[in-house]
């Protein structure tokens, strides 16, 4: 995470000529797939869950965007196949799936991926963007602590690469003030250090799933060239386009 950290403020510092940098937050919604590998409780259902995003955009004269963004959201589904329990601990699970409740993989799903996107000007005050990104994503959970629907709860502490692309469209609504509406779509490949319950024989677990958050928000530009800059030249007499 530091190295992610120092990487991103290389790139937003490297060069001069930005031609604005901005702060944006939104909140929405994300689906998922369903689990590979040896995650034992596959859902057959696609569930619908919150999910929020923080990004740090720089703006480049060309039109590229480049920085860091943030996703956290939940990883579940459900399944109409039902799967032999487990003691958990503190309590004993007597099934897991076929009853409606969910399979909760990640409650905290935490993405932090640095991303290049390519920004495309509709008109005056309207962009639109696609590009790729790429990171290290966390899954955090109680897995101790069942509530009422849910119905099977993964271990906590899993991370692993994450990669994936994105698209959106901006429309400003003042002078630093826009609109977003954000579509992204990450893959994420989790490992644990700790064996899953019924793995036989006991092994680590790990498994890959993939989400797409949407979110919608404001952004807000941190730094920005007037245009009664452009065509001018900096202190270091490299040119505002």
Request: charge should be negative.
């Given at each position: 995470m530091k190295r992610l950290l120092a990487l991103s403020i290389l790139l937003l510092t490297y060069n001069a000529q930005a031609q604005k940098v901005s702060l944006a937050i939104g909140a929405g919604g994300a689906t998922n797939g369903q689990p590979t590998d040896n995650m034992v409780y596959k859902g057959d259902q696609s569930l619908f869950n919150y999910a929020v995003q923080a990004k740090l955009t720089y703006n480049t004269v060309t039109n590229w965007q480049y920085g860091i963004v943030g996703h956290m959201h939940e990883l579940s589904s459900k399944s109409d196949s039902t799967y032999p329990g487990f003691p958990n601990r503190y309590l004993k699970v007597d099934s897991v799936g076929g009853d409606g409740k969910k399979l909760l993989y990640s409650k905290y799903t935490i993405a932090a991926c640095l991303f290049l996107n390519k920004n495309f000007q509709l008109g005056e005050k309207t962009n639109f963007y696609i590009g790729i990104a790429a990171g290290w994503g966390f899954a955090r959970n109680n897995s101790l602590y069942y509530e009422e629907n849910i119905s099977y709860v993964a271990a906590d502490g899993g991370d692993g690469f994450c990669y994936g692309g994105q698209l959106g469209i901006s429309q400003m609504l003042g002078k630093r003030t826009a609109f977003f509406l954000d579509v992204a779509f990450r893959q994420y490949n989790?490992?644990?250090?700790?064996?899953?319950?019924?793995?036989?024989?006991?092994?680590?677990?790990?498994?890959?799933?993939?989400?797409?958050?949407?979110?919608?928000?404001?952004?807000?530009?941190?730094f920005k060239v007037p245009k009664s800059a452009r065509n001018t030249y900096n202190v270091r007499k490299r040119r505002y386009n």
């Open positions: 989790f490992d644990y250090d700790a064996g899953a319950p019924l793995v036989r024989p006991a092994e680590d677990l790990n498994y890959s799933i993939w989400a797409l958050p949407i979110t919608v928000g404001l952004s807000y530009d941190l």
